[in-house]
């Protein structure tokens, strides 16, 4: 397991996040690669900015029928997803939880 360190300034926080009042923050994040024998989509996330906004996003898809598996680089902003649901499925459920994403592979 790697992980990851980010800077977050303020102004990218989204209101209300744990990191919001703060001019700036290190965050080390621990990341897990999913691994499933369901097929693993990677989206790029627009609007994670701290572990607060990662929690909320993998939470959103855990709650989706046909998703086994989330987890989420706050570094690069890529999520990757074991799941047997439509890529346009995912997508509609982040931006409805206001984080747009676009499909990496």
Known sequence: ???KHLTVQIGTAKPGCCCAPKTSTTASV???PV???FPVKQLKVEGASCG???KS???ALRAVT???DVSMDLAS???SVARTVQTDELIETLENVGYPATAVN
Do not use: H, P, W
């Open 1 to 3: 397991m790697s992980i």
């Open 77 to 79: 902003r890529v999520l």
């Open 52 to 54: 607060s906004s990662v």
């Open 57 to 59: 996003i993998e939470n």
């Open 66 to 68: 046909g998703v086994t």
């Open 30 to 32: 621990a990341i897990k």
């Open 35 to 37: 691994v499933s024998e």
